[in-house]
């Protein structure tokens, strides 16, 4: 599976940027709907941490507790997209951000590294003060 993020870039503290990430080659026999989808994010010198997550229909979502009541994970199935919507942006939320694939459905462990099989490239996101 390829993913491919875009819309990251500079932007003001208290911005409302959206993230999307376009999925592609899927193995035979599996669609996007054959995957959960979430997105991390990693600062330098740090580990990557859980941003969001939700299950194949979109149903389900989870956050960090960080970014709960900022941020906002959906995805379109018909056209293989997961997006983050990011509002009131701080300077903390400045990261690469990761879009992240998991073959099982629904994750049984949201916020773990090892669950997701497939990661994306990388956006930077730079909130300026």
């Known amino acids: 599976v390829q993913l491919q993020a875009s819309g990251g870039g500079l932007v003001q503290a208290g911005g409302s940027p959206m993230l999307s990430c376009t999925a592609s080659r899927f193995p035979s026999g599996l669609t996007f709907r054959s995957y959960a989808m979430g997105w991390f994010r990693q600062v330098p010198g740090k580990e990557r941490e859980f941003v969001a997550g939700i299950n194949w229909t979109g149903g389900t979502t989870l956050y960090a507790d960080s970014v709960k009541g900022r941020f906002a994970i959906s995805r379109d199935n018909a056209n293989g997209r997961v997006y983050l919507e990011m509002n009131d942006l701080k300077y903390e939320d400045t990261a690469v951000y990761y879009c992240?694939?998991?073959?099982?459905?629904?994750?049984?462990?949201?916020?773990?590294?090892?669950?997701?099989?497939?990661w994306g490239q990388g956006t930077q996101v730079t909130v300026s003060s």
């Open positions: 992240v694939a998991d073959s099982t459905l629904v994750p049984s462990r949201w916020s773990g590294l090892d669950e997701y099989d497939y």
